[in-house]
């Protein structure tokens, strides 16, 4: 190999006669992202193998981790106006365009996350091979983000994987493993590493025919067939999002349908259609919402802590699921119970987690489920990195469990409590060294729920807090650090918004009026179903426990159905009866009441400026990433101080 060409974020290298390598590794960057200043460089490498055309040219990323995450999402707060933004756009075209129509044959490598924009610099090369591994994943996140692809590539996603295909992978944004990105004609080739350079030369030499679109597809992009078919999609869509809230699945809608088919006028639309949506207050505010996340994920890196062995105690629902996460991330885990039953049941939730997110993969299941031990006995608390206790909601009986704890962990163990409203203090009384207790309070359903809140004590040692956050990184969750007080900041957060519903539905509003002005406002589910989830007998302890403290009434009608023994969806019926896991609603149309959102939108924010106040949290923007990423406040609006100060600046009175 001859020496390479350098440059700021990309090198060209010749690897042989057959074909060069152009790779990509942003300087000073953990992840490659396509920034202006990276795009105007790849453009100018594209003059130089225009001039000096290799064989061929295959492109890889030289970081470890990924290929491209996307384009840079922090310039997309500094975009002024949509003219600007037209113009960022058009570059990202114009340059896939150009890569296109290069005269030999072009070849993506993709190893790691390929995302965005980085997919659609994959597809607008010849060939793509993905690296058949677990952390290989391709998706078209655009949507996540308030907009659609925009750099051609709602034109190639369909020309690859067809219309109905292509349409779904853009409107959800879902990730897909190298298998599946195959399946759906996205790569050509998911292989073992260890084949690839073998696969690349054949490419490279053999130049096999490209992708045809698929069979029927040309029906489906005809004139007439278009709008039956794009009426169907936005139907299927409007289930799952509401255009008023979410614009940008829609209008990726009416350009598949308005130019499907006439690839320059729907690169055209496809500009002016992202150059609107990412000006607008939608994408705005979750471009917003994604910087929170990165900044959760910031947390904990000032801790090179590596827990190999985790320690669950409890093995119902929340500690077997949070044992099952763990080996899922690679520690190995004992969990233990006294009940037998508990622990099968553990075993087999696992299982299906595991076969559920590595299927593709057998062998990677077989060491997941290995890694998981059931241990009736406490074996494990000697050897652990880490103690989890996760045992019913009582006061005496975790104070108890942790002064037995104590004697028998290694000094550096990290004890964790999975409490979810007991104040940090009161547990922690019961040990010698109280400060070396931290909280790790994950949230049901623990395999989808990002957040973990990581409580603290005033005193707690900050090597100690950042183990407890590093760890939460390890695990793939994303920590808050809250200060100790009763509810912490979530459940502070919910709980009267949740008792709100429950006094309405006493005062005799109907229970649909009331979950539909919360999904209304941009809520996922509504307050009532929501404490049927959650099991109506967990929100009455939480209830009782933050009553005092907080000054909440209880319902009166919560108490009913917990002596009713009507708990919600695990019994069957709660504030709904369920049938098939799904709550049963009365027939008929219910109109939104603006009066009622406002009255239970409010408590909410109320509560949530009072966190504010109290200092539960440093600041307001960690006041709103935990509200997103624990109970999926409506993203769209950014969290509620946010939206608070969004109000006042508009001058709105109502939530609507």
Known sequence: MSDPTPGHHWQLNTVSDDYAELVIDVRDAPANTLSRTVMAELNAWLDELQAVPPRGLVIRSGKPGGFIAGADVHEFTRIRDRD???????????????????????????????????????????????????????????????IHPGFGGTVRA????????????????RSLSARQARCLGLVDEALPERVCANAIHHYMTARPARRSPPRGEALLRSA?????????????????????????????????RHHAGDARAMLAAEAE???????????????RVFKLQNRLKAL????????RHVHVVGAGTMGGDIAAWCALQGSTVTVEDANGQALASTVQRADRLFRHRLRDYPRRLTEAADRLLPDPHGHGRRRADVVIEAIFEDE????????????????????????SSIPLERIAAALQDG??????????????????EVVHQADTPEPLLQQAMALCRRIDKLPLPVRSSPGFLVNRILMPYLLEAALLLEEGFRKEAIDLAATDFGMPVGPLELADMVG????????EVLAGPMGLPVPRLLRERVTAGKLGRKSGEGFYRWVKGRPQRARGRVQVDRHLQERLIGKLLDEARRCLDDGIVADADLVDAGVIFGTGFAPFRSGPLHYLTTRRVKGVSEPG
């Open 84 to 146: 600007e933004a037209l113009a960022v756009i058009r570059l990202g075209q114009s340059t896939f365009e150009r890569i296109a129509a290069l005269p030999f044959p072009t070849l993506a490598l993709i190893r790691g996350h390929c995302l965005g924009g980085g997919l659609e610099l994959a597809m607008a090369c010849d060939y793509r091979i993905a690296v058949d591994d677990p952390a290989t994943r391709l998706a078209l996140p655009e949507v996540k983000l308030g």
């Open 158 to 173: 369909i020309d690859l994987a067809g219309s109905l295909k292509g349409l779904e992978v853009m409107l959800t944004g």
């Open 224 to 256: 007439p067939l278009r709008p039956l078919v794009a009426a169907v999609v936005r139907r299927q869509t409007r289930r799952k999002a509401n255009p008023a809230h979410y614009p940008a699945p829609f209008a990726l809608i009416d350009l598949w």
């Open 273 to 287: 259609s992202v150059a609107t949506l990412i000006t607008g207050e939608t994408s705005r505010n979750l471009v």
């Open 300 to 307: 904990g890196k000032q801790s090179d802590f590596r827990p």
């Open 396 to 419: 005496a009986a975790k104070q108890a469990l942790f002064a037995e704890l104590e004697g028998q962990v290694r000094p550096d163990t990290l004890l964790a409590t999975n409490t």
């Open 435 to 452: 400060h070396r207790l931290v909280g790790l309070h994950f949230f049901n359903p623990v395999a989808k729920m990002p957040l973990v």
């Open 536 to 543: 109506l007998d967990i929100c009455l302890h939480v209830a």
